[in-house]
Each structure stands twice: as C-alpha cells, then as structure tokens.
C-alpha cells in the first residue's frame, strides 16, 4: 500500500499539472490485468477527479467489442494483428505505440515430472504436452518459435488461451506448455518457467491507441502517456514484460 | 369467439419467443452466404462436425444406461436422503461447465483421485482423448435426462407396476415392459435435452478434454477459436451446427412423438 | 382346495382383521362402506401389501410377493397397458410367468374369444369401450389360470346401462371358473348377484356373512340393513311385544324372547293424517323429516319413536299434501315385522 502510494507520488512528478478529469474506460488485453489496476491508480492519485474503468478481455475479443462500437477509450492490446483489425476499420486512427514486449517460456509442474530440458522436448510423443491454439497470440508466437528451432511440436491439445494452458499444467495434466513469461510469474509456486533461445524469435509486442472517436479523448491521451512513460515501464517490469 | 387468447399470456409468450429467436435471426442475417458452402465441405469442419455428432451420441448413450436407472431410483426407491440426493443430481446444471471440467481433471485426470490409478495400473489416461470428451459431456448432460426422465416417473400410475406384478412380472420385466413405454414421453425428452446439450458442450470439454484437432475439437471448441482470428468463419460454423441439430432434432420429435 | 387367509394390516390408525375361507369355484364379495379395508385385504391376498397369509392346501404364499403368487386381478380401472395391444395385454402374464411368445397369443385368442373380443385382440386399449375394457381385463387376469382370482369394483367404472349387461356377463363367466374368486365391492346389487357367500365389512373387521339371501333377509347392522333397504332397530322382545333400544315398542306376530334384531320394509309402513282406527297394529306419531323421490314410489324420512322410513305412492303424497315438519300416523302390520335373535 506503501509502495502504491510512493509510486503515485512519483507518477505526479513525471506528469505534472495534465489537470486531467472525467472517466475513461480503457479495453486492455487479460494479460495485462495486475499491471494496468496498478497503473489505474496511479493514474487517478496522479490526476484528481479522474476515474479509469478496465475492460479485460482477450484482445480478440475486445478489438470484436470496439469494432461494434464498445464506448471505449483505449485500447491495450496483446497482438499487433488485433490492434490492426481496430486500426482497419477505423476505429483508431492514432498510430499505436508499442509499449511492452512479452517472451514465450516453457512452463512445467513444479519439480518438471516430465524432466523437460529444451524446446526440443515438445516433439516427444510420450510426453503430454499443451500449446496454445494458433488463433490465439501466444498460439501464434509459439508456432514461430517452433519454426525458428526447426521442431515440430507434437501436442496433446491446443488451448484456448494462456490460463487454460497453465491449468492444465499446473494441475500437473501436461508436462509442459508455452506459455508467456508474465504468466508464469502470475501463477506462483505451482510451475515453474524456464527460458529458451528461440524465445527471442517470437517475441509479442504490446500496443496501444486512443480511440478515435474516444468520448473522453485528453484523459484516453493521457493514460496512454502514463503506461509509456518510465514509471509505467516499471510497473510493467516488474510483471514480467520487456521494454519495447 | 369462446376461444379468445387472454392478453396476459400472449404478450410475455410473444415476447418470450422474441427473446429466443431474434439473437438467432441476428447470426443468420450476419452469415456470410457466399462463403457458407466452401465452410461447410472444409475438411476441419467435416472432422469437428462429425466429431460433435458421435460424441454427443455417445454420451447421450452414456447418460440413457446411467441416467434412467438413476431417475427410476430417484422416483420410485425409498432411500434415505433421497431429497438430497435429488438436489446433488442437478449440481452439474449450475457448475459452471468449466469448473465442472476441472472437477473431471480433479477426478480423472492423471494426477486424479481415480485417474492415477487408471494411468498406473491400466495405462488409462481420459484427458485429451475423445472419451474425455463424451465423459465431460455426459457430465453436463446427464442432470437433463435424470430430471426429465424422474419427473416422468413421479407422474406415471405406479398401480401399472402393480397390475405387471400380479400377472407375474419381476420387477426388471415390469421396468421394461410397463414402466419404461409409459414414460417413454419423458425419457424422449431428456433424450433430447441431453443430446442438445451435450452437442453445444464447450467449457467441461475443452477444460478435461482439451483441443485438438480431429481428436477432441467439438465443433462448440472450432466455433470458439474460429472467433480468435475470424468471426465470420465463427458465425458459419454455429450456422452449421445449428442447422444440424434443428434438423436431428425435427426428425427425432417427428419419429418419436408421434409414435 | 379351500383357500385359507389370514389377512392382518395395521395402518396409522387403521387395523385390518379379516380371516377368510373361499371354496373352489365360490365366489366372496367383500362388501363394505368406503374405507372399511375392503381394497386393504385384496391388496394384502395379492401381495402387494404385506400381512397377508394365504394357505391353500398344502402350500403357503405367506412370503411370496406378488409376482410369485398365483392370482389374477381386475382392477377398478382395469389398468390396461396403454401402449400394448388387447392381445398383448392378455398374453403380458403368460409371457412373463415364461411362456412361449406364439403359444401365448394362441391362449390369449382364446381368452379374448371367451369374452366375445377375438375381433380386437390388435385394438388399443385407448380405442375400447369401458365394458370390453373390463372383458379384456377379465380375459388378462383369467390367461393364467390363477387359483385365486381378485376383482376389485369391476363395475365401478362403468354406466349404469353398461353396467347391467357386464354384470351379467361377468356372472356367466365366474360360474364357470374353477378357481377361487373374491370380489370386492361397494354395490350390494354386485355382491347379491355374482356371490354365493357375502361377507360385510365395517371398520377392518368382519360383522356379518352368509348368502345373499340370508343377509338381505337378517341384517346385523345399519350399514346392511341400508343397502337392503329396510328399517332395522335392536331390542329385546318378551312375547309378542318388542321394547326396542333406542326407544318405543312394537307389538309383533311371533312371540319372540330376549335380544333381538327387528326389520321390516319401507314399504310395509302406511301414513294417516289421523289416528287410524282398527286393532292389531302398530300405530305413532311421527314428523316428516325427508321426502325423496324414486322411480315409482316416494320414500318419506319420518322423526319419532322409533324413526322411520317409509315408501308411498305418489298418489299418496298427492292425497296428503306432504311437507317436512308436518305429524303423521304411522302404521304398521304385526305380520309385517321380521325378528331374529342378536
């Protein structure tokens, strides 16, 4: 709580005198859900009279909402390609900014049953192993990842979405998943991550845009300014994400 | 004029209809046509369509061998606890169906309470096989039969049984041959229940049997990622579970109801 | 071999006692008020109830269930199974007692020729009449050759018309079965007419029995007396009078001594508006209390010592001009007057 309160002190330093008010509702990826409610506040304590509401969802999910016409003031994504879907219809004008990078890591139950070592582990067919689905983002960073280390992965399922990859794992389903490295760190002492070379080819860039037709367009502009300046880069840090 | 709807009725019943139909009208007037039949004859959709078909057959085989001897032991059994054990029958209904899935990997999975010693002393293993999918439906579905199939029971005449019992019967006998064409109504209804339900099942499976492809990809799970990347690929896929399941769903009314 | 049972059930507050003894080819009519046991004891001979101990000859049925028993039963609704056909219906207990499916459709032909269905063995029931509902009922207890065979208000549920016909029908067809029969009813007209023996039941316990004639001429209780239809007092006689038990006296024929049952029939009673004169009669005051109109006569409820029921013609009624409240003398015959020992 301490800490929150110091780190929104700071915030008002980097962001002096926006004299932001009103509310803003920002549509942020799943992932990004622990780290943006911290930005939140801070953004509220830095700005008096400013309310943030979040919308977390997959990004999919959310780029489909705004396409509808969601009231939406920012839009956090997990994958450029849903970013894009937003930017082609319009929805967004503004040219997104790159604000965070994710990693894959290969996740296993904790004490690795399935004595993973490598990528190269996830051809071998005795072993039960989950991916990500490739219409999901981290399905498709996967895939790349796969093709850069010139493996063919031999899963036992492809879920649906990150949480679901790590359930299985860590209810000890599966021997090992790929998943990101902010998500292993979320679920704590029940898996463990290791990292691996190729992680670097497939790595998921994080961007974000006010809406054009945002109802509260100086706030969304602002909030956007918080996650990308150093303060936002920090909290961001500390959930596991890479600086762009 | 004797036969006058009253105003009451016909309103809420309008606008219930209403409620029902106008989100389906909503997914037919979104369909991209033009593209339906390349959808429809694509070898993933075939494979997850049929999938779909056996596997909710299956369970609704499942849940019939398991779920009307439960329904006759519900209605016409006097064990104690029977009350509760009714309540505890319907839990599946409000579980949300991906816990009911976790509950499964709890139970079968291969850490499971019971699912290790499957993996250990047969080498069975249920998740992500496409009989974890018929289990996680039947799962779901069941409670639908048990209910349908119960109610039935406690409406039927029990003094039939009697009158079998006289003229000889053994109790199995009357089951079959008096009890069971008596609520045969019912039973088809939780039949339908059951098998509608178990073919849209989507939260248990793809939490206790996973997805992939062929295996355990229900068309409810292709429907599902089709809506990641492309939701009119999405809308032709629920176009075409809904077509059919309407369509199995007239035949069998038609086969059975009016038998 | 005669059919032996000892039928003991207690329910809440109900006891049920009723032994019971049914010659070959006799056939019992349990008779009673509604709620005297009378559906209690032929539940518990079938074996639906426990409590029924049954002995015929040698063999005992004391444990056996229902299925295992040699009975057939018509129930008051017949109970038809709807989704089978008549044929069907009639074979179920052939089929099921293990039969050969083609051997007992031809006995079950036969069963439905007997009583005059041959021509609907492929009906369902759904499409029967009530009285070819109840033949087929008839025709599906008898397939089996039961030793004992139970029918439960067979007539009940039929019109009176309907009735009439079946009931003479059913008659014919219990004549000629073998086995033992009971038959439970409300309607005394069923129990005189298709019974050799009537036993009345009141309350779960048995309070009288004997041949039709030999009820309807010496009831033994209210209940009796009220479906024969005849005024019925207690009391005790010395010579030929008769100080009755709950109050008056009646001069009789027959010198009669101690307790005794008195009866006479409505119709024996005559009413003046005047004291009537002459001697050997019995003649009070009495007040109007009901007036009910049958087919071809008018009973009249009458208040006074004792109460009594009389059945006038209408030209009577017309001639006296009859209201409730209004005082009559009541007369009646000495000869008129039935008495037998209590």
Redesign the interface.
Known sequence: MAATLVLAGCGSQHQPGTGVTGEITVFAAASLTGSFQKLGKEFEAANPGSKVTFNFAGSSALAQQINRGAPADVFASAAPSNMKQVTDTGAITASPATFAKNTLQIVVPKGNPGKITGLADFAKADLKIALCAEQVPCGAASKKAFEAAGITAAPDTLEQDVKAALTKVSLGEVDAALVYRTDVKAAGDEVEGQDFAEASSAVNDYPIAPLAKAPNATAAQAFVDHVLSAKGREVLAEAGFAAP | MRSRLPVVLVLPAVAGLAFLLVPLAGLLVETPWATLPSQLFSAEVGQALQLSLICASLATIVCLVLGVPLAWLLARSDLPGRGLLRALVTVPLVLPPVVGG?AL??VL???GLVGQYLDQWFGV?L??TTTGVVLAEAFVAMPFLVISVEGALRAA?P??E??????????W?TFR??TL??I?PGVVAGTVLCWARALGEFGAT??F?????GR??TMP?AV??????D?DAAIVLSIVLLLVSVAVLAGLRDKWIRA | MTLHAELRVQRDDFTLELDLAIEPGEVVALLGPNGAGKTTALRALAGLLTGGRVRVGESTWDDLPAEKRPIGVVFQDYLLFAHMSALDNVAFGLRARGTRKAEANVIALEGLRQVGLAEFARAKPRTLSGGQAQRVALARALATSPELLLLDEPLAALDATTRLRVRSELGRHLQNYPGHTLLVTHDPLDAMVLADRIVILEDGRVVQQGTPREVVRQPRTDYVAHLVGLNFYRGVASGTEVRLDGGGTLTIAEPSEGPVHVVFPPSAVSLFPAKPAGSPRNTWQAVVSGIEQHAHTTRVDLAGSPAVLADITTATVAELRLQPGDTLWVSLKATEIHTYAR
């Open positions: 976790v990997l709890l999975g291969r850490r293993s998740p992500f005449d003094r039939y009697e009158a079998a019992a006289t003229l000889g019967a053994s109790r006998l041959r008096v064409p008596g045969m793809i939490t049997a996973g997805n992939f492809p355990t990809t799970l599902y990622l089709a809506l990641e990347t939701p």
